[in-house]
């Protein structure tokens, strides 16, 4: 791992240096006073005393806190890994780092350049003021039309997020709400889930959540915590849970499109048709991917429909919010989609889900485990 790049005035180890209050701190203290420059190692010594300082001072830590992390056991455990051979990442893995270094180290951010900056910084802005209120948001991400490739030129941004609590309020007998709202404007649409919800619903097959920890767009997110609900997502989610959540999906998007004609609704059938597709022609345990065009090449749909498709997004890319369908340009990609929710409504007829009270068993206790490993570093 490189030396992180922060913008801080002042110098951790100059400080250690001066203060006798850091005397004892191991390796951490005394680590510049033992470098030799003749040693053969001494440029890669530096080096890592650079990158501990910068990391340190990256968290946002006051002095006195960091004062108490590096005189408990755990600052001098850091300290003995990572100038004992270690990795930073090992030592913030061991939970020995000081709270919010695993968020530092993990930290995620990919805005589309064409997105509208002040829109960003106000979301931002909005996130900062949520977490302020006392939960952690481990994932915030752009759900809709943006991360799915077909946004109207006044697409609104769909921010959605995944949040922890204080290990505390999980004990608690007052029940807390597990959704967090922000009131729906014509710019921003944003709410997010308690990560326990989202954990429930994974073991339903509700595939929300797996989709905003795989969207392209990513506002702020920790992405140890991506990468573990997402391998618990493979591991616990029912196919046939997940196959009905897409059908269904689909199937009420495209009863919106018969009552309204709006293109939006269509697509947002079309492209959950072709989930399904992609579902059945993948099977369990794959991972469909969430734009369009890719999901119809890998599931084999004709070049005729592919080739509608392709129209029908670059129409909506000229179509404000709430524009209707243009209907010369969909009967092959209706019958197409239409032809796909018989197919699987037949699927999943032919196949029903049977209960099987082992596979529940070991479901409920991965969940449980992925949820208690989320909030062990909550206070």
């Not at 701190?25 to 033992?34: A, D, Q, V, W």
């Not at 991360?147 to 505390?168: E, H, K, N, T």
């Not at 032809?339 to 206790?365: G, M, S």
Request: proline share 6%; with cysteine; net charge negative.
């Amino acid at each position: 791992m490189g030396a992180l790049m922060i913008d801080q005035p002042e110098n951790m180890f100059d400080q250690m240096m001066t203060d006798p209050r850091w005397h004892g701190f191991g390796y951490l203290r005394t680590r510049k006073f033992t470098l030799d420059a003749s040693d053969p190692d001494f440029p890669a010594q530096t080096e890592r005393v650079a990158e501990v300082d910068a990391f340190l001072l990256s968290i946002g830590l006051d002095y006195e806190a960091l004062f108490g992390w590096a005189n408990s056991r755990d600052g001098r455990h850091f300290a003995d890994a990572v100038f004992g051979g270690g990795t930073i990442e090992e030592a913030v893995d061991q939970r020995i780092a000081p709270k919010g270094a695993r968020a530092v180290l993990h930290r995620v951010r990919a805005i589309d350049p064409g997105m509208d900056l002040g829109v960003v910084e106000q979301i931002d802005a909005m996130l900062d003021r949520i977490e302020a209120d006392g939960v952690r948001i481990l994932w915030a991400a752009e759900s809709g039309s943006r991360a799915w490739g077909f946004p109207s030129p006044d697409s609104d941004y769909d921010v959605r997020f995944l949040y922890v609590r204080p290990a505390s309020d999980y004990l608690s007998l007052r029940p807390h709400r597990d959704v967090i709202e922000h009131p729906v404007d014509e710019t921003f649409d944003v709410n997010g889930w308690d990560v326990r919800k989202a954990l429930r619903l994974l073991v339903k097959g509700n595939a929300a959540a797996g989709e905003w920890l795989r969207s392209p767009i990513t506002y702020r997110g920790d992405a140890a915590a991506r990468d573990l609900l997402l391998d618990t997502a493979a591991q616990v989610m029912p196919f046939d849970g997940l196959l009905g959540h897409h059908f269904h999906v689909a199937t009420n998007n495209l009863d919106l499109v018969r009552r309204t004609g709006r293109a939006k609704k269509f697509l947002y059938a079309l492209r959950e048709a072709v989930t399904c597709r992609w579902l059945l022609a993948h099977g369990p345990g794959q991972v469909p991917p969430m734009d369009l065009p890719t999901l119809l090449a890998e599931s084999d749909a004709s070049a005729e429909v592919a080739e509608a498709a392709g129209v029908l997004v670059d129409a909506k890319r000229h179509l404000v919010e709430g524009a209707g369908l243009p209907v010369a340009l969909t009967p092959v990609l209706y019958d197409f989609v239409t032809q796909q929710l018989a197919t699987i409504a037949d699927y999943r007829e032919q196949h029903p889900q049977a209960y099987d009270p082992e596979v529940a068993e070991a479901t409920w206790k991965a969940v449980d485990e992925t949820f208690l490993n989320l909030t062990k570093t909550e206070g």
